[in-house]
């Protein structure tokens, strides 16, 4: 059992650096976008619509489930249900 918490553990937290590296990538491509329409003069096609952001509550459901297996501890679960909802 302490394999399978450590393993969910790594899943939380791999799963939370990709959120957070595809976020600081979308922003990224948003602003070179902007940096190029403002040198263009406006006359370039607008720029794609960013995929949509993982649902809070199919979050918290998961990590409600994770909990109820005896992968993530309270103490754990608090701490990803803070950063779910914090949007984080």
């Known amino acids: 059992m302490p394999l399978l918490r450590g393993v969910a ?7 939370t650096a990709t959120a957070v590296s595809n ?5 990224q491509a948003n602003r070179w976008a902007q ?3 403002a040198q263009s003069g406006g006359a370039q096609e607008p720029a794609p619509v960013a995929a949509a952001a993982p649902d ?12 109820a297996a005896g992968v ?9 249900k803070a950063k779910v909802l914090a949007g984080a």
């Open 23 to 27: 976020r600081t990538s979308r922003r």
């Open 9 to 15: 553990r790594v899943a939380v937290i791999s799963g």
């Open 56 to 67: 809070p509550l199919d979050e918290l459901k998961k990590l409600g489930e994770l909990r």
């Open 35 to 37: 940096e190029d329409q």
């Open 72 to 80: 993530l501890t309270d103490a754990e679960f608090e701490a990803q």
